[in-house]
Structure formats: structure tokens, C-alpha cells
């Protein structure tokens, strides 16, 4: 390893030599700038020296001092934007060294190993993914320095973001074997030009992102003079990035090249087989917060322990498929979450930042936004959802001018199902626009703008609205008028059959008729919906017991 901190490896080598194209780019920048000034020296030198003498070259000495001087205040401006803008920071739940000292010290102990700068923290994203960020800037100082002034750009290793999934599904040595590669990342940290470099570009786009951005306070009257001075910034940033993108590009990869070459002396076997995790756990992740998570978040309520969900999530997944046939096993073993000192608060803030990230939720409990617990996820999420949906679409049926239920004490499922049957493909479309309708109106009735917390601001996130990363885009009215008629017939089948309410891990809320859960009746529906064809859903609702004329309890 080089005094710099990053070995002489090829990776290494070639990430140094895109570091110094971008900064060629910066210095260009700079002698553009000083090239005016420059000019105007040598006219004046000129005048003093006796060889430009005269009035042409009087004329030609005020114009180039004048030039200079806007040029150089220009470029001053757009350096202290660029200096100062705050770059984003991932969204994360930070963890301290007391509450995690197990896996600080497993992190420390492979940069040792590695022969790396071990990162200054560690914190935890709701993703399945693992890197290191870079937290100097002035910026994202702690609110401590920032109360008291020392906002100074400080000289820490980067910080090392780890996905919450993995420290649930892992075990102790796999994360340490996938860790590898992101902790031998910390070489490239060390060293001045790559550092450098890295700087020059995200002041580059935090300039940018800051010239796009509303000025929120600002009085009316100055608001165009800031966005034609903050727009020239933002041209002036996506020129620059436009000359640097892929050298920078080149550098990350070279950087990341020359990790994975370091990594390959700490637990390579082990490796391969963590990776092989890692596309277990995305899977299992993904459909965690799609099919589970996002309608407890359509309620107002938040799972509270998503990471030890998506372990039952996976476990179910290992069970139901052959490829995964042999992950549930490694299950005996130390998992990763056991390096921290109160997993269940962990997971706890890991799921509330997961709901806010993907769905747009509060920083903070409250009435209309409360946790729940796997175990009360049924009753409290999937029975609530479905008497809501059933709730709104007799609600649409009667702003149709459908006729009432036949009886007296309630709707039924048989007044939805004559009603698609009678009327045919055009009143299932009719419906499905109804529903559309009263959903748009419920939504915008019930968001308000997320207020953000201090800590967001602190922490980076930027002006981005949230949700950042929305899990799925909008359902069409046929999807929610299947949703609707699915959620009336579940209705039916717990009010006059005895079913239950019952959570899938993969697929969500689901109905279990004795015990079982009941899988075809998604067919079933669409043919009802899609073609006005209420056999097979009758025949079914027949061989279940389930009674469509009796009437059902909504909310």
C-alpha cells in the first residue's frame, strides 16, 4: 500500500488517473476565469513600461479592468455556491457506537485486516444495498458544532451506510464477507487527488440541485433576480459536470475495481454465497413492502419490525420455491442483528424512515399514523381494508342509482354481482370510473404537506417532496374495481362463512377459509369484472358456503 492510503493496483492507478481529468477540468474552469485579470495585468504592465501607450490602448486598459473585475466577482459567486451547497445525503437511521458495539467492532476488525481506514460511523438504510458516503462537508456537521459555529470541513473516513434487510437475514459472517468490498472503499478516501476529485463533483451537483430549487420565504420582488443568478449557476454547474460525468464515472469505477481486488484476501468462498443472499433478500424485500407494507400505509399504519418481516418473508419464499430451497437453514446460525445491543428499536426507526422514503409518511407517530404489530396486522390492517373498500364501493353503487340490497339490514355481495352480471361490460367500466373518482377525492381530502422535522434539514435530505421513491404508480379503475370486489367477497366469506382475515408474506393481506388460505379467487373476480360472468364466482362462493344475499358489516 502507497503512503496515499490506495495500493498501486491497476483499479487504483486508473481511478488516480480520472481523478486528475477531473481536476483538469476544475483548473480550466479557473483559468478562464482568471484569464480577464490576466489580460488586464499585462495591458497595464503595458501603459507602465511605456509599450502601450495611448489612447486606443487607455480605452482598451479601462475595458479590460472593467471585464476583469465582473468576471472575477461572477466566478466568485458561483465558487462560494458551489462551495457551499449542501451535497444530499441518503436518508438514514444512524447508530451509534453504544448502540451497536459489536458491529463496529466487526467493521473495524476487517479494516484492519483490509489495511484500510476504518469508517467514522455506521448507519442503516431500508434498502438492500451497502456503501460509504462521504459526510465532511460543513454542512453535515453535527447539530452541536453547528449551535456552536464550527461548521469546518473535517478529514473523517467516510460513513458506512449498511441495508437494514441484511443484518436481519444475514449471518454474522456473510455480512462480514459482503461488508468487504464497501469497507476496502475507505482506501480511496485517503487519498488527496481521488478525494479531491469527489468533492469538485458533488459541489458541482449540490450547485445545480440548489439552483433548480424554489426560494421558500424569499420576498416576491427579489424571486426573479434570484432564479436568473441561481439559473446562470446551474448552466455554468451542468457545463462543468458535462466535461468531468465520465472521467468521474471512470474514477468510481477504477475505485470500486481496485476494492473488490483488496476484498478478494478477506472471506472470498464466503462471498459468493452473500451475494447469492443478497438477491434473496431484495426479492423478499421487495415484495415485503409492495404487498404487505404499502396497504398497512394506505390505512395509516406502519409495520413496526419490517426487518424481522422480510426473515419470514424469505423463509416463506425458501418453502414455496426449489431455488431457495436450503437459505432457511443457515437460519440456526448467529444472525447479524444480533451485533446490535436493541435490534427492536432499530427496526422499529428502520420501518418508520421505510414509510416515509416509500410512501411519504410523518417523521412521527400520531393519531392517523400509529405502528402495528405483526401479530394485530390482520385484524387491524387487512379486515379494516377490506370493510373500507366494500364500504366505498356500495357508497359508488348508490351514487349510480343501483337498487338497494334486498336486505333489510345491510349491503350484500349479491347486489354487487347482479349489478356487473345485469348491466354487463359498460357498467364495469361505469364503476371502476366511480371508484377512481371517490378514491381521488378521499386522497387529496386526507394529504397534507409531510412537515419536515430539523432533523431532516440537518441530515441532508434535501427538497425533494416525498415520497422519495414511490413503491408503485397509480392503479387504474379496472385494478381497484377488482380490488373492491374482492375485498366485498372477503367480507362476505368472514360475516356468513367463518373465514378470517389472515396475512400472506408475499403476497399481503389474504383470506384463510379453515385455516387455509384461499388462493383462486383472484380469477375468479376479474371474469365477474372483466367479462360481466358471475359463474365461477358463484359456483365458488357455493362450494365455500359463503352466503352473497346475507348482508355484511361495513365500517
Not at 285 to 310: E, H, I, K, N
Amino acid at each position: 500500500m502507497s503512503a496515499t492510503g490506495i495500493d498501486e493496483s491497476i483499479g487504483a492507478l486508473a481511478a488516480r488517473s480520472r481523478a486528475l481529468a477531473v481536476l483538469r477540468v476544475r483548473s480550466r474552469a479557473v483559468a478562464v476565469a482568471l484569464l480577464p485579470a490576466a489580460v488586464a495585468v499585462v495591458l497595464l504592465a503595458g501603459g507602465v513600461t511605456g509599450h502601450m501607450s495611448g489612447g486606443s490602448w487607455d480605452t482598451a486598459r479601462v475595458v479590460a479592468g472593467v471585464v476583469a473585475v465582473a468576471v472575477l466577482l461572477i466566478a466568485a459567486a458561483v465558487a462560494a455556491v458551489i462551495v457551499r451547497a449542501s451535497p444530499a445525503l441518503s436518508p438514514t437511521v444512524e447508530v451509534s457506537e453504544r448502540a451497536a458495539p459489536d458491529l463496529y467492532r466487526l467493521v473495524r476488525d476487517l479494516a484492519e485486516r483490509l489495511e484500510v481506514p476504518a469508517p467514522s460511523a455506521l448507519a442503516l438504510t431500508p434498502d438492500c444495498d451497502s456503501w460509504l458516503e462521504d459526510r465532511t462537508h460543513p454542512a453535515h456537521a453535527l447539530p452541536q458544532a453547528i449551535r456552536s459555529g464550527r461548521r469546518r470541513r473535517s478529514a473523517e473516513a467516510p460513513v458506512l451506510v449498511i441495508g437494514s434487510p441484511f443484518l436481519w437475514w444475514m449471518r454474522v459472517a456473510e455480512l462480514r464477507a459482503l461488508l468487504a468490498p464497501v469497507v476496502a472503499g475507505t482506501a480511496a478516501s485517503a487519498h488527496p487527488d481521488i478525494a479531491a476529485a469527489r468533492r469538485f463533483v458533488r459541489g458541482l451537483d449540490a450547485a445545480f440541485a440548489v439552483a433548480e430549487s424554489p426560494a421558500p420565504g424569499l420576498i416576491r420582488p427579489l424571486r426573479p433576480l434570484r432564479r436568473a443568478a441561481l439559473g446562470f449557476v446551474g448552466r455554468v454547474a451542468r457545463l462543468l459536470l458535462r466535461g468531468c460525468q465520465s472521467a468521474a464515472a471512470e474514477m468510481e469505477r477504477g475505485v470500486a475495481a481496485a476494492a473488490s481486488e483488496r476484498a478478494q484476501t478477506v472471506d472470498y468462498g464466503l462471498r459468493i454465497v452473500a451475494q447469492e443472499q443478497v438477491g434473496l433478500a431484495y426479492a423478499g424485500w421487495d415484495r415485503l413492502l409492495t404487498r404487505v407494507a404499502l396497504p398497512a400505509w394506505r390505512m395509516g399504519r406502519w409495520p413496526s419490525r419490517l426487518d424481522a418481516g422480510v426473515v419470514s418473508a424469505l423463509t416463506e419464499l425458501s418453502r414455496r420455491d426449489r431455488l431457495a430451497e436450503g437459505f432457511a437453514s443457515r437460519l440456526g446460525e448467529r444472525p447479524a442483528c444480533d451485533l446490535l445491543e436493541e435490534p427492536g428499536l432499530v427496526d422499529e426507526a428502520a420501518s418508520l424512515l421505510a414509510a416515509r422514503l416509500f410512501h411519504g409518511g410523518p417523521a412521527e407517530t400520531g393519531p392517523d399514523w400509529s405502528p402495528v404489530d405483526w401479530r394485530q396486522y390482520p385484524e387491524e390492517v387487512v379486515d379494516r381494508k377490506w370493510r373500507t373498500e366494500a364500504a366505498r364501493l356500495h357508497r359508488v353503487l348508490d351514487g349510480l342509482g343501483v337498487a338497494p340490497s334486498a336486505a333489510p339490514d345491510g349491503p350484500t355481495l349479491a347486489r354487487v354481482m347482479g349489478h356487473l352480471a345485469e348491466e354487463g361490460e359498460e357498467a364495469g367500466e361505469h364503476l371502476a370510473a366511480g371508484i377512481s373518482a371517490e378514491v381521488a377525492r378521499e386522497e387529496a381530502a386526507a394529504v397534507a404537506p409531510v412537515a419536515r422535522s430539523a432533523g431532516d434539514t440537518l441530515n441532508g435530505w434535501g427538497a425533494d417532496p416525498l415520497p422519495l421513491f414511490p413503491l408503485q404508480p397509480p392503479r387504474t379503475g379496472r385494478e381497484l374495481l377488482a380490488d373492491h370486489v374482492t375485498a366485498m367477497v372477503c367480507c362476505a366469506a368472514v360475516d356468513t362463512a367463518g373465514a378470517a382475515p389472515g396475512l400472506d408474506w408475499l403476497d399481503g393481506p389474504a383470506l384463510l377459509i379453515k385455516g387455509e388460505r384461499c388462493a383462486d379467487l383472484t380469477t375468479r373476480v376479474l371474469t365477474l369484472t372483466e367479462d360481466g360472468d358471475p359463474g365461477p364466482l358463484r359456483t365458488w362462493l357455493t362450494t365455500t358456503g359463503i352466503r352473497p344475499e346475507k348482508p355484511v358489516r361495513l365500517v
